[in-house]
C-alpha cells in the first residue's frame, strides 16, 4: 500500500500581511450583508465584487503577468480565497474561472486562447461555467455522450449538460465531449473545446431551481452548434487527462469545508454561555475537525504550489470536507431547540433552513462518495 503525506505550507510574513489586508478589504466590501447572504457565499454573483477583487490582484494571483497575473504563490491565493469564504463573500461571478478554467488554459490552451481569454478573468470580468456532468450518467464522466464532430474549420456539438453552475450568467464553458468513439471507449476519443457562450449560435440554456427556490443549476442543450476548430484546448483525445488534473484544483480548496461554516458561527452564538457537555463536546469536536481539514487542505496548496499532482489528496479532501460539512446542520439540529424556517428573523433559524437545503448537493459537486474513494482505493494501491 502506497503511503500518503500532506505537506505543510510555511507560514510567512508576506501571507499574514496578506490575510490582514484581505480581512480589511472585506470588512468594507461586504459589511452590509446579512447572515443568509453570507451563507450562500458559494452562489454569491455579483459582478462589482468580483471585479473589485480583480482590482486588488487577488485573482489570477499565481498566474504570468503576460496574461494579467500576478506570479504569486498557491499558498498567498489559499490565504484569500479562505478569507472570503470564510467571511461569506458573493463569489461566484469569479469562482469557476480563477479556480479551475484559468488554470487548464493555462495548462493546456494554446497562446491565443490564454491571451483572449485569462487577462479577463484576472480582472474580475469574465465568468465560466464547467460542462462536464451529463443526464443519466451521474459522476461518470467517462460515460458522455456529448459529441463533438469536426466539420471543415468547425466542431458540430450535439449533446446536453446538466447541474451546469452559472451557465447563465456565464461568458465561457470548458466543453467536456466525445471526438471519437463511442461511450464504451471510456475515458479514450474525450476532449474538451471552450465554448463562448455569447457568440455561439445551437446552444440554449434552461433553469434548474433548486429546493430553496434559487436558479444556480442549469441544462446546457448544444443542438448542432458551430464551436470554431481552434477551439480545441490541447490535444485531441487528451480530454481525459485535462479532467482529471482539473478536478485536483476543484476537489481540493477550502471550499470543501467551508460551506456551512455560516452556520457553525450561529450555532456558536446560539450557544453563547451553554456549558452542557453536549454542546461542549460538539463545538469542540466541529473546531477539531475544522482545523484537521484546514490542515489537509493547505497541505495540497502546498503541492500544487511545488508542481506535483495531488489528485488522490485532494480526493480525500473533498470526501472528508463534505461529510464534515453535512454533519453541522444535522448537530446544529439537535442542540438548539429552533425550527429551521428561511422566513425567520432568528438569524440561527434561517440559516440552518438554507444550509439543510443545500447540504445534499455537497457529497455530489466535485464528485460522489463512490467516485472519490474509488480514486482513494487506487491511489492506495488497494484495488
Same mark, same amino acid.
Given at each position: 500500500m502506497?503511503?500518503l503525506?500532506?505537506p505543510?505550507?510555511?507560514e510567512?510574513?508576506?501571507?499574514e500581511t496578506?490575510r490582514r489586508?484581505v480581512?480589511?478589504?472585506?470588512?468594507?466590501? &461586504?459589511?452590509?450583508?446579512t447572515?443568509?447572504?453570507r451563507?450562500d457565499?458559494w452562489?454569491?454573483?455579483?459582478?462589482?465584487?468580483?471585479?473589485?477583487l480583480?482590482? @486588488?490582484? $487577488?485573482?489570477?494571483m499565481?498566474?504570468?503577468k503576460?496574461?494579467?497575473g500576478h506570479e @504569486?504563490?498557491?499558498?498567498?491565493?489559499y490565504?484569500v480565497?479562505e478569507e472570503t469564504?470564510?467571511a461569506g463573500?458573493p463569489v461566484?461571478a469569479?469562482?469557476?474561472?480563477?479556480r479551475?478554467?484559468?488554470?487548464t488554459?493555462?495548462?493546456?490552451?494554446t497562446?491565443a486562447?490564454?491571451?483572449?481569454?485569462l487577462?479577463g478573468?484576472? @480582472?474580475?470580468?469574465?465568468?465560466?461555467?464547467?460542462?462536464?456532468s451529463e443526464p443519466?450518467s451521474g459522476s461518470?464522466?467517462?460515460?458522455?455522450?456529448t459529441?463533438a464532430?469536426?466539420?471543415?474549420?468547425? $466542431?458540430?456539438v450535439t449533446?446536453?449538460?446538466l447541474w451546469?453552475t452559472?451557465?447563465h450568467?456565464?461568458?465561457?464553458?470548458?466543453?467536456?465531449?466525445?471526438?471519437?468513439?463511442?461511450?464504451?471507449?471510456?475515458?479514450a476519443?474525450?476532449s474538451?473545446?471552450l465554448v463562448?457562450?455569447? #457568440?455561439?449560435?445551437?446552444?440554449?440554456i #434552461?433553469?434548474?431551481i433548486?429546493?430553496?427556490?434559487?436558479?444556480h443549476?442549469? !441544462?446546457?442543450?448544444?443542438?448542432d452548434?458551430a464551436?470554431p476548430?481552434?477551439?480545441?484546448i490541447?490535444t !485531441?483525445g !487528451?480530454?481525459w487527462a485535462?479532467?482529471m488534473s482539473?478536478?485536483?484544483?476543484?476537489r481540493?480548496?477550502?471550499?470543501r469545508?467551508l460551506?456551512?461554516?455560516?452556520?457553525?458561527?450561529?450555532?456558536?452564538?446560539a450557544?453563547q454561555?451553554?456549558?452542557?457537555d453536549a454542546?461542549?463536546?460538539? &463545538?469542540?469536536?466541529?473546531t477539531?475537525?475544522?482545523?484537521?481539514?484546514r490542515?489537509?487542505s493547505?497541505?495540497?496548496?502546498?503541492?500544487?504550489?511545488a508542481g506535483?499532482?495531488?489528485?488522490?489528496?485532494a480526493?480525500?479532501?473533498k470526501?472528508?470536507g463534505?461529510v464534515?460539512?453535512?454533519s453541522?446542520?444535522e448537530i446544529?439540529r439537535?442542540?438548539v431547540d429552533?425550527?429551521?424556517d428561511a422566513a425567520?428573523?432568528?438569524?440561527?433559524?434561517a440559516?440552518?433552513?438554507?444550509t439543510m $437545503?443545500?447540504?445534499p448537493? $455537497?457529497?455530489?459537486r466535485g464528485?460522489t462518495?463512490?467516485?472519490?474513494r474509488?480514486?482513494?482505493?487506487?491511489?492506495?494501491?488497494l484495488?
Amino acid at each position: 500500500m502506497s503511503a500518503l503525506s500532506f505537506p505543510a505550507p510555511v507560514e510567512t510574513e508576506a501571507t499574514e500581511t496578506l490575510r490582514r489586508e484581505v480581512r480589511e478589504f472585506l470588512a468594507q466590501q &461586504i459589511a452590509g450583508r446579512t447572515p443568509m447572504q453570507r451563507a450562500d457565499s458559494w452562489s454569491g454573483f455579483d459582478r462589482d465584487f468580483s471585479r473589485a477583487l480583480g482590482a @486588488r490582484g $487577488w485573482l489570477g494571483m499565481t498566474w504570468p503577468k503576460a496574461y494579467g497575473g500576478h506570479e @504569486r504563490s498557491a499558498f498567498e491565493r489559499y490565504v484569500v480565497v479562505e478569507e472570503t469564504l470564510a467571511a461569506g463573500a458573493p463569489v461566484a461571478a469569479h469562482w469557476i474561472a480563477d479556480r479551475q478554467s484559468g488554470p487548464t488554459l493555462l495548462k493546456y490552451g494554446t497562446e491565443a486562447q490564454r491571451a483572449a481569454v485569462l487577462p479577463g478573468v484576472a @480582472r474580475g470580468e469574465t465568468v465560466f461555467c464547467i460542462g462536464m456532468s451529463e443526464p443519466g450518467s451521474g459522476s461518470d464522466l467517462a460515460a458522455t455522450r456529448t459529441r463533438a464532430v469536426r466539420d471543415g474549420d468547425v $466542431w458540430r456539438v450535439t449533446g446536453t449538460k446538466l447541474w451546469t453552475t452559472g451557465a447563465h450568467d456565464a461568458d465561457y464553458m470548458i466543453l467536456f465531449c466525445r471526438t471519437s468513439g463511442t461511450p464504451a471507449d471510456r475515458q479514450a476519443g474525450t476532449s474538451q473545446l471552450l465554448v463562448d457562450l455569447r #457568440r455561439t449560435e445551437g446552444v440554449t440554456i #434552461r433553469p434548474i431551481i433548486d429546493l430553496d427556490g434559487k436558479h444556480h443549476f442549469n !441544462e446546457v442543450h448544444f443542438e448542432d452548434a458551430a464551436i470554431p476548430a481552434d477551439a480545441l484546448i490541447g490535444t !485531441e483525445g !487528451e480530454g481525459w487527462a485535462q479532467v482529471m488534473s482539473e478536478l485536483a484544483f476543484e476537489r481540493s480548496g477550502p471550499e470543501r469545508f467551508l460551506s456551512s461554516i455560516q452556520l457553525l458561527i450561529e450555532l456558536i452564538g446560539a450557544l453563547q454561555g451553554a456549558d452542557d457537555d453536549a454542546s461542549l463536546l460538539a &463545538i469542540g469536536r466541529l473546531t477539531s475537525h475544522l482545523v484537521v481539514l484546514r490542515r489537509l487542505s493547505r497541505g495540497v496548496a502546498a503541492m500544487l504550489e511545488a508542481g506535483d499532482n495531488p489528485t488522490v489528496h485532494a480526493a480525500i479532501v473533498k470526501d472528508l470536507g463534505a461529510v464534515y460539512e453535512q454533519s453541522i446542520p444535522e448537530i446544529a439540529r439537535t442542540l438548539v431547540d429552533a425550527v429551521p424556517d428561511a422566513a425567520s428573523t432568528r438569524s440561527f433559524a434561517a440559516v440552518l433552513q438554507k444550509t439543510m $437545503w443545500n447540504a445534499p448537493s $455537497w457529497s455530489l459537486r466535485g464528485g460522489t462518495r463512490e467516485i472519490l474513494r474509488g480514486i482513494i482505493a487506487r491511489g492506495l494501491g488497494l484495488r
